[in-house]
C-alpha cells in the first residue's frame, strides 16, 4: 500500500471524508456567526441614527429652526464621531443647508426612514447608514454614520475565516496521511502474517499488544481463526495417514486372500470369499463413521436443533443397554434431574451418550471382577469449568474400571486411535462423540476417579425466554 495512490485507501478517504465534514461544519459555524454580527452592527446603527434624528427633530421642535442649525453645526465641530458621523439638512428642493457631507448624485431625498446614503465626503465618496425624516417646515434631514466600521469588520472577518479554513483544510489533509500511516502500519503485521500463512506457514500469528482497540481485538480473532485452521489441517494430515494406515493391512490381507483363492478348491474359495466380503463390510463400516463425522462438524445438523427433555432421552438408553449389562452380571444406574434439557439434536445426543455408555460397558468392569460393569448414569444443572462459568447441562458416564494412563487419556478423541492395551474397533467412536458434542457448543472431557474413570460431556441450557 506504500507504493500506491493515497486515495486508494478507505482509511485516508475516512479520514479525509471527516476532515471536510470537519471544515464544511465550520464554514456554516462562522457563516451563522458572520451573519449574527453583521446584523447585529446594522441594527445598532440603523438605532444610533434613528435616535439621533428623532433626538434633532426635538431641538428643533422645542427650540426653533434656528436653533437646529446650530445644533448640527455643533454636532459636526465637537470631535466626537467626526470622521463616521453623516449630518444633512436640506431645503425642500434638495439644496444642503447644513451639512458634513453631499448627497451623490445630488438630489432630493424622497424615501423615508432608515436606508443606505452613497456621500461625499472629504473628497471621498462613502455609502452611509443614515435615517431620513421630513420636518414640519418642509425640510429633510438625514443623520447617520458611514459603514466603514461594518466593513472593516466584514474584512476582517472573511480573512479571518478564510485562513480558518485554509487551516483547516490543511489540517484534515494531514490527519488523513497520519491516519492512513497509522492503520497501514497497524495493517502490516496482518499482511505479512496472512501472506506467510497463505505461501503455507501454519504456525505464523499476528503479534498481539496490550491496547485493547479494534485492531487489538481483530489481531485475536484472527489468531484463534489461524489456530483453528491449524488444528484441522493437522487432523486432515492425521486422518489421511491413519486412513492409509489402517487401510493397508486390510487391503493387502484381501489382494493376499485373493491371490492365494486363484490356485484353491472351489470350497476354499467360498470360504475365501466370504472373508474378503467380511473385510470390505468392516471397511464400509469405517468410512460410514468418518461421513458421519464429517457430517456432524460440517454443522448442517444445527437446522434441527431444539430443545430436548434429557431426562426421558437417558432412560431411553438406559432401557436400550440395561438388559445387556445385566446378561453380563453387571449393573447401569441412572441418576437425572427432572426438567433438564439442553438445546440440540436429541439423536445426536442420545448418539453421544451410548458411545460412552458402550465403552463404560466394555472397559468398566474392576480388575479381578468376574461380574460386568458397574456404570452409572448421571445428569443435572452444573457450571462450565471454563473462564467464564457459564450454567449448562452436565452428563457424566461413570465406570468402576482401571481408568487410563495419562497418554490415552491425552488422545483418547484423536481418530484412529487405539490404546496398547486395546487394538480392537478403529478408534473412531470418542471422535464422532467429540465432534457431536463440539457441534452442540459443549465440552467433553475424562477422568479418572479411581477407581474408575469419569466421562463428562457439558452442554449449554436452554435459556428460558
Known amino acids: 500500500m506504500r507504493g500506491s495512490r493515497p486515495w486508494s485507501s478507505l482509511a485516508f478517504r475516512l479520514a479525509l471524508s471527516y476532515g471536510g465534514l470537519m471544515v464544511l461544519t465550520m464554514v456554516i459555524v462562522l457563516s451563522v456567526f458572520y451573519v449574527q454580527t453583521v446584523g447585529v452592527v446594522r441594527v445598532r ?7 439621533h434624528v428623532r433626538r434633532l427633530m426635538e431641538h428643533s421642535a422645542k427650540y426653533g429652526p434656528g436653533a437646529l442649525e446650530n445644533e448640527i453645526l455643533q454636532t459636526i465641530r465637537d470631535g466626537v464621531n467626526t470622521d463616521t458621523e453623516i449630518l444633512i439638512l436640506m431645503d425642500r428642493d434638495g439644496e444642503p443647508i447644513v451639512s458634513n457631507a453631499e448627497v451623490f448624485p445630488h438630489r ?3 424615501t423615508m426612514g432608515v436606508r443606505e446614503l452613497t456621500v461625499k465626503r472629504g473628497g471621498r465618496l462613502v455609502v452611509g447608514r443614515v435615517a431620513v425624516a421630513e420636518m414640519p417646515n418642509g425640510n429633510l434631514l438625514a443623520a447617520g454614520s458611514d459603514m466603514q466600521l461594518q466593513r472593516d469588520m466584514e474584512e476582517l472577518f472573511g480573512q479571518a475565516s478564510l485562513l480558518a479554513a485554509i487551516a483547516a483544510c490543511v489540517m484534515a489533509l494531514i490527519g488523513a496521511i497520519v491516519f492512513r500511516r497509522v492503520v497501514d502500519e497497524r495493517a502490516a503485521a496482518i499482511r505479512s502474517t496472512m501472506s506467510r500463512v ?3 506457514d501454519l504456525r505464523q500469528r499476528i503479534p498481539v499488544d496490550q491496547r485493547g482497540d479494534e485492531f487489538t481485538l481483530l489481531n485475536r480473532d484472527i489468531n484463534a481463526m489461524l489456530d483453528r485452521l491449524e488444528q ?3 487432523g486432515i494430515r492425521h486422518v489421511s495417514n491413519s486412513i492409509a494406515h489402517n487401510l493397508r493391512t486390510p487391503l ?23 472373508l474378503v466380503a467380511e473385510e470390505v463390510a468392516e471397511l464400509g463400516v469405517v468410512f460410514e463413521k468418518l461421513l458421519q463425522i464429517a457430517e456432524v462438524e460440517s454443522g448442517a445438523s444445527r437446522k434441527r436443533f431444539a430443545p430436548v427433555d434429557l431426562q426421558a432421552l437417558l432412560v431411553d438408553v438406559v432401557d436400550f443397554y440395561e438388559p445387556l449389562v445385566e446378561d453380563a452380571g453387571g449393573a447401569l444406574r441412572l441418576d437425572v434431574q427432572a426438567g433438564v434439557q439442553a438445546l440440540g439434536d436429541g439423536d445426536l445426543i442420545a448418539s453421544a451418550v451410548s458411545n460412552l455408555v458402550d465403552n463404560a460397558i466394555k472397559y468398566g468392569a474392576s480388575a479381578g471382577d468376574i461380574h460386568g460393569a458397574d456404570v ?8 462450565d469449568s471454563g473462564s467464564d462459568g457459564a450454567w449448562g447441562v452436565e452428563i457424566t458416564v461413570q465406570d468402576r474400571g482401571p481408568g487410563a494412563d495419562p497418554q490415552t487419556l491425552e488422545h483418547m478423541t484423536t481418530r484412529f486411535y487405539r490404546a496398547e492395551s486395546d487394538r480392537q474397533g478403529y478408534g473412531l467412536g470418542l471422535a464422532s462423540v467429540l465432534a457431536i458434542v463440539q457441534l452442540h457448543g459443549g465440552k467433553l472431557s475424562f477422568h479418572n476417579s479411581h477407581p474408575g474413570m469419569m466421562a463428562r460431556i457439558w452442554l449449554p441450557a436452554v435459556m428460558d425466554v
Open 232 to 234: 484441522l489441517m493437522e
Open 376 to 383: 452409572l448414569l448421571r445428569a443435572g444443572p452444573a457450571q
Open 198 to 200: 497463505a505461501a503455507g
Open 45 to 51: 446603527l440603523d438605532k444610533q441614527a434613528e435616535n
Open 108 to 110: 432630493k431625498l424622497t
Open 252 to 274: 493387502t490381507r484381501i489382494l493376499l486372500r485373493l491371490r492365494n483363492a486363484q490356485q484353491a478348491s472351489p470350497e476354499m474359495q467360498s470360504a475365501t470369499l466370504a
